[in-house]
């Protein structure tokens, strides 16, 4: 989603808190213990199977502009992660913390493009590829691991116009993709936006013959996805500030999105001043969404209720599950944190 919810100043002054702790602790790559941040709240006892609230919240690395798109990757053991203003995907392993895996990683052209012309939504497909969401070269790509330069557009064209700025995308079983196109790469990120060829913000559905089909267009600024375990919904978050909610779309037998409805309305959260709006999100095996949002990571159960919520200390934009599948890293704006936890992520 977007990068600069807090002003410059505000952090550059946390940046520098951050980065002398960090430092502090951190005598090789391979430590044994991180500084620590936030604070996890439990708001209902159904939480105590799915996340001790005495976990810590570990920062692994500090200093990004603005953090996304984990993805982990299994045979590699390792998480890679986008900062989407500064056009880069950067890899973090335990035996070597943070390394630079790709730049350019969204934007190959020359120039300035927009404050966010990066990559951001990254998955690992059914191939062992990486596929990314990019928003200055406004496609879905897909690349080998070994050789992210050599890369193949999935999606760049909607019935003859350019996508917006893809944000993030989930791959079906079936192999089908899904993704959404918010405008937030755009250079005016959608207001007064010359280079806006589409007239809305869509859904959208790759089938495995590579066939690119609209799936809803009825968000205003659609941003995380993700599948319930058995694929019959598919959950969309919404980051406009006038509707924070999370709708839910089942998924009918031809593979296309049926009528969506609201499954959680994040409004009540932000009236409590909670900071963030819905972005990037994962479900772990139980159903239970890990939804980045107002007041950081919520925990959200299938049936709709709010069981308790990672507070990581700054806007929170996407999660994975890692390592052994208990493990939620989180992009925290300038952050990559890590907590771990008791539930298991899907795929593991």
């Known amino acids: 989603m977007s990068a600069f919810f807090s002003s410059i100043m505000k952090k550059l ?6 980065l002398v702790g960090f ?3 951190m005598a090789t790559a391979q430590q044994s213990s991180f500084p620590t941040i936030g604070k996890i709240h439990r708001l209902d006892p159904a939480l105590d199977h799915l996340l001790d609230t005495t976990s810590k919240i570990e920062i692994l690395g500090t200093g990004y502009t603005w953090s ?7 045979k590699g053991g390792y998480l890679l992660f986008s900062d989407v203003p500064e056009n880069v995907i950067h890899k973090w392993s335990a035996a070597k913390g943070i390394e630079e895996f790709l730049r350019p990683s969204g934007y190959t052209g020359t120039g300035i493009y927009s404050e966010e012309p990066g990559s951001n939504g990254l998955i690992i497909n059914k191939k062992g590829n990486l596929v990314s969401c990019e928003h200055g070269d406004r496609r879905i790509a897909e690349m080998p691991l070994n050789r992210p330069d050599k890369k193949k557009t999935l999606a760049h064209l909607f019935e003859g116009k350019k996508l917006n700025s893809p944000n993030d995308l989930v791959q079906k079983s079936s192999g089908d993709y899904f993704f959404t196109d918010p405008p937030y790469g755009l250079p005016g990120r959608g207001k007064d936006e010359p280079a806006k060829e589409i007239p809305f913000q869509g859904v959208y559905r790759i089938d495995t013959k590579g066939k690119l089909t609209l799936q809803a267009k009825d968000l205003a600024r659609p941003n995380g996805l993700a599948f319930s375990p058995d694929e019959k919904i598919l959950y969309v978050g919404q980051s406009d500030m006038k509707g924070l909610i999370w709708m839910a779309y089942p998924v009918n037998p031809d593979g296309n999105l049926g009528t969506g409805k609201v499954f959680y309305d994040a409004g009540p959260l932000a009236k409590k001043g909670w900071k963030g709006a819905p972005d990037g999100f994962k479900v772990d095996k139980e159903g239970n969404l890990w939804a980045t949002g107002p007041g950081g990571v919520l925990i959200i159960s299938p049936e709709g209720k709010l069981l308790g919520r990672i507070e990581a200390g700054s806007a ?5 599950f890692g390592e052994d599948g208990k493990t939620l890293f989180i992009t925290a704006d300038m952050n990559l944190l890590r907590v771990k936890t008791k539930a298991t992520g899907l795929g593991f």
């Open 13 to 18: 002054i946390t940046m520098t808190s951050l």
């Open 23 to 25: 430092l502090g602790t």
């Open 68 to 74: 996304e798109g984990p993805v982990w990757v299994k």
């Open 316 to 320: 929170t934009a996407n999660c994975a």
